[in-house]
Structures are given as C-alpha cells and as structure tokens.
C-alpha cells in the first residue's frame, strides 16, 4: 500500500524513539550480588513477581515509543492518492496567470511585436499544465479584473485568445491583490502560484511592493520585450492661458540615443496646417510652440502627429479641443487723422485687444475691433440686420464730439453696452461735466500735474473685481509699476463704485452701472501722454480683463479648453439639464424625475458599440473613455454641447521596463509566522484518503492504557 506523507521532513523526528529506550537501558534497576554467611536471616522473594514487574515496565516503553510515534506519524500527514489503492499521481497545480494588457504591449522591439510574445508565453505555461490542473486569467489594464476564476485550462485558452492590449495603463501591484485573492478561495491554496506575464514597464511595476503576499506562495514574473526601447512621444498639447497666446507642444525622447530632425505635422480641424522640426537628446524634454490663425467662432480640433515610427506608434499622436467664443466686438473712436498709425491715441489699447490688427497673418483673439471716427459713432451704434451693433466702445478724451453721439451712447450703454472713458488734455471739465453727466461716474475738475517730478502711482486697487482678476494671483504683477504725470481732480457720482486709487489715495479707475451697461472712468490718457503704462507688460492683462467686463460676457469670452481625457478612465462632464430645453427649469431633482439623453459620437469610430453617455440626477454625465480619438456630447436637439479629445496615458510612454530579479526583489512578503505554512496544513487534500486522524486517535487511545498500565506498575 503506497502511502505518501504530505511533510515527509517530520519523520526524522522518529529518530527521538531511540532516546528513551537508550535512558530504560542506562536507568534500569539492577540487583546487587551480597556474600552472605547464612540466608536464613532473609525474606524470601517470589521471583515470579520480579519478572512481571520487568514485563510491565517494558510494556510501558513500547506504549509510550508507539505513542510518540504515531504522533509524529500523524503530523508528518500519512495518505493514500487516488484512495486506497490506486496509483499516485503528481499533486494538482493550480496557477494564476496575471496578464499584463496595458499599452506599453502594443510596442514592437526590433521589429518583434511584445503582444504575440505574451499570448505565446501563456500558451506555453497553460501546454505544461496536466489534465486535472487549473488555472485562472487575471487581465490588468485600465484596472486589474478576475477574467476567470480557476477553470481548466481549455477554457483559459478561449478567453486568453480574445485579449488584446487595451489603451490604458496597468498596475502589476493590483493584479497581485486580484491573483491572492482568487488563491485564497482555494480548498488547497498550498498548490498555488502565480505567473506574471508582461513587459514589466517601470510604470506599471511602481507598485508591485503595494501587496504583502505569503512566504509559500510561489510567484514567478516573464518579461516579454527589451529593458530600454526607442520611442518619441508627444507627451502634451495645452493651449496657452493668455488669449492670443499658441497652443504648446512637448515632446519626450524616452529612448537611450538622440533624435535629429524629426517631423511634427500640425493638424488644424483635419487639415495640415504647419510642420515643425525638433531635435531631442536622450532622455530630453521640450516645447514647441504652435500659432494658431485666427478662427471662426465654435468648436475647433487641434492634432499633431510625429511622422518618424518607433517602438510605440500609438503616443505619436496628440489631440486637444477648444472652443473660440462669439469674439467681443469692440469699436475705438479715434479723431487724430493725418498722424502714423502708432501716433493715434488708440494705438496702444488696439494692440492689447488685437494685436494682429490689420495683418495679413492674422492670429486667434477674442476680439474684434473697428476704429472709427467721432461722426461715424452713431451710424456704428445703430445695429442693423446681419450686422451686430458693438458691445464695447472705447472713448479717449476729445475736446468735442459730434450732435448726437452722448444721446446714443447713453441709450446704447442703457440697453447693455459697455463705456470705457480716458481723460486727458483734450477734455474740457466744463463740456464734458455736462454732457456726461448722466454716464460718468465722476465730474472732472481741471488737469494738475504732479509736483517736484515725483510721478504718481497706482497704491490700491481691487483684487476681486474682474477687472483687476489677472493680478490677484501671487507674484503676478500689477499697475503699481506704472508711473502718472497729470491726472483730473474727479468729483464721484452717486452709485459709483471706486476701483483703484493713486498712492495719494484720489480716484483712478470708476465704474457705474447704466441701465443695463456699464462704465469704466480711467483718470489718465489712452496712449502714453499722462502715464508709461502702456509700455509695461502689465497694461495688455488689465485692457482685455477691463473690455471683458463691459461686455459682460465673463468666462464666456475666453478660448474654452476642455481638459483632455485619458484613456483608460472615466470621463465626467456637467450637463446643466435646464440649459437643455428638455428639462428647463428643473434642476437636478428635475433631471432625476426626467433625464436627459445626451448623443455621444466618437470619431475614429471604435470597435463595438459607441459608448454610451449616462446622465446622473446631478446633472453630471460620465462615460468610459476607451479608444484615443475625438468625443462629441449633443443634446436631444441636436446642438453640440462639449466636444472632446481622448489621448492615451503619457506614462506609457516611457518603456523601460524592470529585469525579472529586479521585479522579483521588490516582491514583498508577510513576516507573521502563519505566512511560513500554506493554508491546509492541517486540512484534508482532495484526492486523498488522509491518515492524521486514525492515528491521533490510536495515539490518544494508547495514552489510556498508557496511564492504566503505569497505575497498576506502582508498587
């Protein structure tokens, strides 16, 4: 009967049974010979009890040797494979086979593809399994999921032929935590290990220390792919945070050589636009810059594409959206004629808002400016059709101005428009205290000057207004470097609100609200007559903020850049349902009681089913981003409510990957003692008839008649 012991290493512990025989031998009794004269002084002894004695006490030996060896037997866990008598077969393996699919697998190396060397090197794991082994498949991706549990191997094969690399990242750290958990439902977890399959990417084995795993449990990483591989990527395309400013390429040489005059094509709305050439060191990061023209109003698709192929084709490839707004139309009234263009007095505050005015390579602004002479204002003013009136005017100060034009600016500015004022030489206190009173903020007084050439300086202003909204940032600058020489005495308005204040704490910027317009009042002149503002680099933030306010379009007018979305995640956007037209009103207990459906349309079209756009009661819609790509959000009526652009991780760029000992050191495993013995140690296996049972059953049984034999041996 072939009996096999699960821990054989025990029965070198009955090498002890031969200690108490050696101590009976060494302690027996012995009976000392006497030479006597006569025995008839004597007791005479029945030597027949003597020898039952000797016979009880080596009784008692045996029982307690067989007693310590049936324990010993008992533990080192005697059994019989396949019952009774059948014939031993090897113990059955169960194996977890984590499966890295993250992007980095879609690399080729020397013209080797990564992804077949994974399929190939799992096949061969799953060929070496016998026919009562299983195994289980953990995917690790976007995140690390069970995508079967243990199984025979047939089946694992089906479901891994099916895998593909997907566009996301993967965390070798979490495949561990799903691989012990499935080795833990085990009935017999001892016959577990676990098999890493994957490139062993820095990036993805950042946190392979995250899982303490047991000191028994077997784990065994294959790295499939070089350590180092070639591979430019571009990292990021950003638009500018300044309004005119180009969008911002980076590119990153991951690879271990310099790169020399490679490619990038600027892709602007699905056609070519421009192309730049860029050198990169090893290891080397940099920008490049991208200048855009300038751009209808509406959703537009920026793309950039390096045209050299490396290890990794997928990151050559960077997106980016972005909203251009309705442009803030804007009219200067200028009344210098004969002079060069940068003598007019609305020279410096043209430049701030459009500083490609009147070139032939014209840039993006969110400004449209018109300048024109004080007669032609109130033709401007009047809006007609096809033709929008302008929503801000900007007006430096004139010594007279045409029959009409106040009457039409304050009617204008009361249906919503916006009044910029400068003072300076040309204003006369008088005419224009009088024409303006019910626009200004402020009566004028007459111009003085600043005593001993000690200029004046702006000493207070208002960080909160949206005017000021540029500065209020740390270490961002202000007006307190520019310098005023003349000024007007201003006399405040009721309803006037006082923005920012000379050093000497008289008023220098003013607001009013008219109607639904507003007024802005600057003390000093438009160009640089009474101030050196306009040569600080500070002037051109304050203009456009100033301009933006009066028109009253806030956030609305700035170039609209939704932050791009990474593959792999999930993508949350907010859906106000009351600007929708199908739930107006309601808010989000209306959105909960009547959803809104929302189209989602990806363009490439990915493979399968479009994602679908599920909209929350709070009125927040989310989706899965699954394929690189542009994402566009309609609402039920068909108006495009966010367009989006999908770019895969940046961090899988990077394809340096860990050496197997590497990743293998970085294992991390419990100290407790429990860690040191598979669970099961004391359980049953299946397939077998164990045998610890019977004999610590039989041990304890031979433990009473141990006791009842060495009660009756006392004499």
């Given amino acids: ?69 049936l324990i010993v037997l008992a533990f080192a866990r005697p059994y019989l494979p396949e019952g009774l008598g059948g014939n031993p077969r090897p113990p059955r393996r169960d194996v977890v086979l984590v499966v890295d699919r993250s992007l980095s697998l879609r690399a080729i ?30 995917g690790v991706g976007e995140r690390a999921e069970v995508l079967s549990g243990f199984a025979p191997t047939p089946l694992i094969r089906e479901r891994l032929e099916r895998l593909e690399p997907i566009a996301a990242g993967g965390d070798l750290g979490e495949g561990l935590r799903e691989a012990q958990g499935l080795v833990a439902t085990l009935d017999a977890p001892g016959s577990a290990s676990i098999e890493v399959i994957g490139d062993l990417q820095r990036a993805g084995a950042e946190r ?65 636009a421009t192309e730049q050439v860029f050198s990169r060191e090893a290891g080397a990061s940099g920008s490049l810059e991208w200048r855009l023209p300038r751009l209808a109003a509406g959703w537009h698709e920026a793309e950039v594409r390096l045209r050299a192929s490396d290890a990794l084709t997928d990151d050559n490839v960077r997106r980016l959206t972005f909203r251009v707004p309705e442009p803030i139309r804007v009219v200067a009234v200028e009344n210098r004629s004969g002079v060069r263009s940068f ?40 809006a007609a059709p096809g033709r929008p009136g302008p929503d801000v005017v900007l007006l430096p100060a004139m010594r007279s101005l045409p029959a009409g034009v106040v009457a039409a600016l304050t009617d ?10 400068f003072t300076g030489d040309a204003l006369e206190p008088s005419r224009f205290n009088a024409e303006f009173a019910g626009l200004s903020p402020a009566r004028a007084g007459a111009a003085e000057s600043s005593e001993a050439e000690v200029p004046w300086r702006i000493g207070s202003f208002d960080r909160s207004h949206p005017v000021f909204r540029p500065f209020a940032p740390a270490r961002s600058g202000g007006p307190a470097v520019a310098e005023f020489t003349r000024r007007h005495p201003l006399e405040i308005a009721p309803g006037t609100a006082v923005l920012a204040r000379f050093d000497d ?22 160009d640089t007559a009474w101030t050196d503002w306009p040569k600080h680099k500070s002037f051109v933030p304050w203009v456009v903020a100033s301009v933006s306010w009066l028109a009253d379009r806030g956030e609305e007018r700035r170039l609209r850049t939704p932050e791009p979305l990474i593959t792999g995640t999930e993508a949350r956007i907010a859906l106000d349902a009351d600007r929708t037209g199908s739930a107006a009103g309601a808010g989000a207990a209306g959105a909960a009681t009547k959803p809104t459906t929302f189209g989602l349309q990806v363009r490439p079209a990915p493979k399968g089913p479009a994602p679908r756009l599920e909209l929350r009661p709070e009125g927040i819609g989310s989706f899965p981003v699954e394929t690189p790509g542009f994402y566009s959000v309609t609402d039920d009526e068909g108006r495009e409510r966010w367009r989006l652009a999908a770019n895969p991780p940046p961090v899988e760029s990077d394809l340096s990957a860990l050496e197997t000992s590497e990743a293998e050191r970085r294992l991390v495993r419990r100290t407790d003692a429990e860690s040191d013995l598979p669970p099961g140690w004391f359980g049953n296996e299946p397939g077998r008839r164990e045998w610890w049972r019977p004999l610590l059953t039989a041990a304890l049984a031979l433990l009473l008649v141990e006791t009842v034999v060495a009660n009756r041996s006392q004499p």
Avoid: Y
């Avoid at 007095?345 to 004080?374: C, H, I, K, W």
């Fill in 1 to 69: 009967m072939p009996f096999l012991f699960t821990h054989a290493f025990l029965l070198s512990a009955l090498a002890g049974l031969g200690i108490p025989v050696l101590l009976h031998l060494l302690l027996r009794q012995r009976n000392p010979r006497m030479r006597v004269s006569t025995l008839r002084f004597f007791e005479v002894q029945d030597t027949r009890s003597s020898s039952r004695r000797k016979l009880r006490n080596l009784l008692l030996l045996l029982l307690r040797l067989l007693v310590f060896a």
């Fill in 208 to 272: 392979i220390n995250a899982v303490a795993l047991p000191r028994w449990l077997p784990v065994r990483f294959t790295r499939i792919g070089s350590t180092v591989a070639p591979n430019v990527a571009v990292a990021d395309l950003r638009a500018s945070d300044k309004t005119q400013g180009p969008l911002s390429i980076t590119v990153v040489n991951h690879g271990d050589r310099p790169v020399r005059d490679h490619v990038v094509e600027c892709l602007l709305d699905g056609r070519p």
């Fill in 343 to 382: 003598e007019e007095q609305t020279f410096f505050l043209a430049a701030a808002l459009d500083p490609f005015l009147g070139g032939t390579n014209s840039g993006q602004s969110g400004f449209v400016l018109e300048v024109v002479r004080p007669e032609a204002v109130t033709q401007v003013l009047a």
């Fill in 109 to 138: 190396d020397s013209g080797s593809p990564r992804w077949p060397g994974v399929l190939a090197e799992a096949r061969r794991i799953l060929d070496g399994l016998g026919e009562g082994d299983r195994a289980a498949l953990v």
């Fill in 505 to 526: 704490g008289q008023p220098f910027l003013l607001a009013r609200a008219i109607g639904r317009g507003a007024v802005l009042l600057a003390d000093t002149t438009a």
């Fill in 412 to 421: 204008w500015v009361e249906r919503g428009g916006g009044l910029f004022l």
